[in-house]
């Protein structure tokens, strides 16, 4: 079957970047004057989540770092909610494959599902908080500031989650997810920074190209302000696909490592199966493949549902065990089930694309909803290309697989 030729094209973002993201998480930390009203030997938490935050590991070990400046003795508390399987060692090997382990950190990483109820929202959902976290004498919250994959609301992604969702570990994301984390998530996290040791959060924001933009290191009072701002700027930065309709769209890989649905639903606009609404800027796309599953997501493939069709090669990957025991946590059934199956990248592309002439099929192919730099797309779309002023950076080529029907690697 003939398949559409394509080019290479780019977009261009703005590339605003911090130069010192150490030292910005540094001085923030240093400027609340925490230091001098620790005691020596105070135990300190320093979360950290699941997702592919750029330069993760350094500010969490910048973290580390400063606390023993202190003379607090700090600790690594995984904060994913139920990701890793919901298992300690799951989570703790999620954490490695971000570079942050014991060795790296030079601190112990102290990865348990032991939570402990602190107390009940107004609408009666009980809110719970890893028992590590709540004893010691301080935590730090690291979390990036973005838009939600499943719900709309002034505060999403962030600080406020982080403590919600992360640090409540499967227990309390259950709780959560089940009460609605557009109506719950603010609540619980007034009710856990009210009674649980919470020293200071350190928001990021990233720019289009995953890169770390801005760092605000602010205090316990400060996280739904700096929640709500940071959202705002970053629904301006969201990476996006220019070309509405598509008839298909091709993901390269999808991954916990890169959303929390494996592929960003805010950038590949197909909120409506997740139960949500098409909203303005997201394409509308025909049918969607994704073919292959990162290695960081350990076998996790929530979020392989929103695709029409997949391969062989993604299937084989799955650990159904971590994967529904995410879809059981978020109850976004959709994302569990499984699209067509085909044998080859080959056999998908050639099915999405059917009999449509390859002169007019409106297709894309990207490397994940992360990194959208570079696209290709078919040569039906090269005048909007030219219109919305991307930079056409090769010709028209034919998709490459090798013997085995697998599409070569982006470089």
């Known amino acids: 079957m003939a398949l559409p030729k394509v080019v290479r094209v780019r977009q261009s973002f703005d590339r605003t970047r911090l130069g010192d993201v150490c030292g910005a998480v540094a001085a923030g930390l240093r400027n609340l004057g925490l ?4 005691r020596p030997g105070a135990r300190i938490a320093i979360t950290a989540g699941s997702r592919g935050i750029s330069n993760l590991a350094a500010m969490t070990r910048t973290a580390v770092d400063v606390v023993r400046q202190w003379g607090g003795q700090p600790f690594i ?10 298992t300690d060692e799951g989570q703790k090997s999620l954490l490695a494959d971000l570079g942050i382990s014991e060795g790296s950190m030079g601190c ?8 402990e109820e602190i107390g009940k929202t107004s609408n009666g959902t009980p809110v719970y908080l ?3 976290a709540l004893h010691c004498d301080g935590i730090i919250v690291i979390n990036r500031v973005k838009p939600h ?8 992604s962030g600080l406020c989650k982080m403590l919600a969702v992360g640090l409540g570990k499967h ?10 984390l557009g109506t719950t998530l603010v609540a619980a996290a007034r009710l856990i920074l009210a009674r649980a040791p919470v020293l200071a959060g350190v928001a990021v924001l990233e720019n289009s190209l995953d890169e770390t933009a801005e760092i605000h290191v602010v205090p316990p009072e400060g996280f739904e302000e700096t929640d709500r701002r940071l ?3 970053a629904w301006q930065t969201l990476p996006r696909i220019p070309f509405d309709p598509l008839d298909v769209l091709v993901v390269d890989e999808m991954g916990k490592n890169i959303s929390g649905t494996g592929m960003d639903v805010n950038v590949i606009g197909i909120g409506p199966r997740v139960g949500g609404k098409m909203e303005m800027g997201q394409p509308v796309v025909a049918t969607l493949v994704v073919l292959g599953l990162t290695p960081e997501s350990h076998g996790n493939a929530n979020g ?3 695709a029409d069709i997949t391969t062989r090669r993604l299937v084989d990957a799955i650990d159904y065990k971590a994967t529904y025991t995410n879809v059981l946590t978020t109850r976004l059934w959709s994302a569990g089930r499984l699209p067509v199956i085909l044998e080859t990248d080959r056999e998908a592309i050639e099915a999405a694309v059917g009999e449509t002439p390859t002169e007019q099929v409106r297709f894309v192919r990207i490397q994940n909803t992360l990194h959208l730099e570079e696209l290709e797309i078919s040569e039906a779309l090269l005048p909007e290309a030219g219109k919305l002023g991307l930079t056409i950076t090769g010709t028209p080529r034919s998709l490459e697989f090798d013997e085995t029907g697998r599409l070569r690697p982006w470089q």
């Open 35 to 38: 230091g001098s009203r620790l």
């Open 77 to 86: 508390v995984p904060s994913m909610g139920s990701h890793g399987g919901a």
């Open 108 to 115: 112990p990483v102290i990865s348990s599902m032991e939570v």
């Open 130 to 132: 890893d028992r590590h």
């Open 149 to 156: 994959t499943a719900f709309r609301g002034e505060i999403e």
């Open 171 to 180: 227990k309390g994301a259950q709780q959560m997810h089940a009460a609605g």
């Open 231 to 233: 959202l705002r700027q």
């Open 304 to 306: 392989v549902g929103l």
